[in-house]
């Protein structure tokens, strides 16, 4: 489980829970990718995994309960789109955790200078 101080990331930690969760599948991910290129039906989206279209479905479920694809109606079908909102604030959480992660480093770093010169004395 991946805790982290609410202090100095400003998301709420239950909507970056239910995104990652989302992207942590594969198939899932293909998904997206594919939907970021374009509307597909999820008859269409089936036909590239190896699995029911039922399972696609679910998967597909699953993106649009994380506002990572959403869904409208074209006749019979559904066809899915990526939100593309909902990718850049992921990945704006992520670029977040990146700058803490190196401003951490980069202190660590100033420590072992500090000690380096202070047993050089």
Do not use: C
């Amino acid at each position: 489980m991946l805790t982290y101080n609410l202090m100095v990331v400003d998301h709420a930690p239950d909507r970056a829970d239910v995104v990652f969760r989302a992207l942590a599948d594969p198939t899932r991910r293909d998904i997206v990718r594919r939907a970021m290129r374009g509307d597909h039906s999820v008859t269409a989206l089936s036909a590239h995994y190896p699995m029911s279209f039922a399972a696609v479905q679910k998967h597909v479920a699953v993106l649009e309960q994380a506002r990572l694809v959403t869904k409208r109606k074209r006749g019979r079908e559904q066809l899915v789109r990526a939100n593309i909102d909902a990718i850049r604030a992921a990945q704006a959480l992520l670029d977040r955790f990146e700058e803490i992660w190196l401003d951490r480093m980069d202190r660590f770093g100033e420590v072992l200078a500090e000690t380096n010169e202070g047993g050089t004395s």
